[in-house]
């Protein structure tokens, strides 16, 4: 159970309690709680991906010639593909 404080009233509630009020909620207030709930989740999974991200040009860095000259190979493949010069 936990106890939660809003404007110095204090109620003890349990998860499916607070599941049941939220279910009691017209949409749109449902929908604003989502939201809150959503974001909060997406900057974790944002967070962690940007980690990832990190670690893996820590562990492999690439220059920017490196990476025109690898555009430059795929785009040349690309049109040899397509029959063009």
Do not use: C, N, Y
């Not at 009233?9 to 449902?30: H, I």
């Not at 990190?54 to 555009?71: G, K, N």
Request: charged share 35%; proline share 4%; hydrophobic share 45%.
């Amino acid at each position: 159970m936990s106890l939660v404080t809003l404007d110095k009233v204090k109620v003890e509630l349990t998860a499916d309690q607070l599941v049941a009020a939220f279910k009691q909620l017209p949409s749109e207030d449902q929908a604003k709680v989502w939201q809150a709930i959503d974001q909060r989740q997406w900057q974790t999974e944002f967070r962690t991906l940007l980690e990832r991200i990190h670690a893996r040009v820590a562990a492999d860095p690439i220059t920017e010639e490196e990476i025109d000259a690898e555009v430059r190979a795929v785009r040349e493949a690309r049109r040899a593909a397509q029959g063009r010069p």
